[in-house]
């Protein structure tokens, strides 16, 4: 079983920049899609991206596509979410999810390991 932490929240003006990072402890990430999901207040959890093991394949939300930059190091068995010009409506906690297989999905039930979350919010 892999244990998920997530990384690198906070409070940031629209426009700017945040770096979260989601690290994968109790057995490597080798073999594992993983993948943000967000959920803001009163919301349903919702798909950010995803990334597969060989990082060769990802996939953006339509409302993230071309600001947010999914990531891994497999060295560091950690992947990593760039968010660039953020808004005010990115605000919401943050959770990396992950699962062992080869092709990535955008459905919650699609992931069996999920972290705690960490809290992004983008004031105007």
């Known amino acids: 079983q892999v244990q998920l932490v997530e990384s690198g929240g906070g409070l940031v003006q629209a426009g700017g920049s945040l770096r979260l990072s989601c690290a994968a402890s109790?057995?490597?990430?080798?073999?594992?899609?993983v993948a943000w999901f967000r959920q803001a207040p009163g919301k349903e959890r919702e798909f950010v991206a995803t990334?597969?093991?060989?990082?060769?394949?990802?996939y953006y939300a339509d409302s993230v596509k071309g600001r947010f930059t999914i990531s891994r190091d497999i060295a560091k068995n950690m992947v990593s979410l760039q968010m660039n010009s953020l808004k005010p409506e990115d605000t919401a906690v943050y959770y990396c999810?992950?699962?062992?297989?080869?092709?990535?999905?955008?459905?919650?039930?699609?992931?069996?390991?999920w972290g705690q979350g960490t809290q992004v919010t983008v004031s105007s």
């Open positions: 999810a992950a699962d062992r297989r080869t092709w990535i999905g955008v459905r919650l039930r699609d992931y069996a390991y």
């Open positions: 109790g057995r490597p990430f080798s073999g594992y899609v």
């Open positions: 990334v597969n093991w060989s990082a060769d394949n990802t």
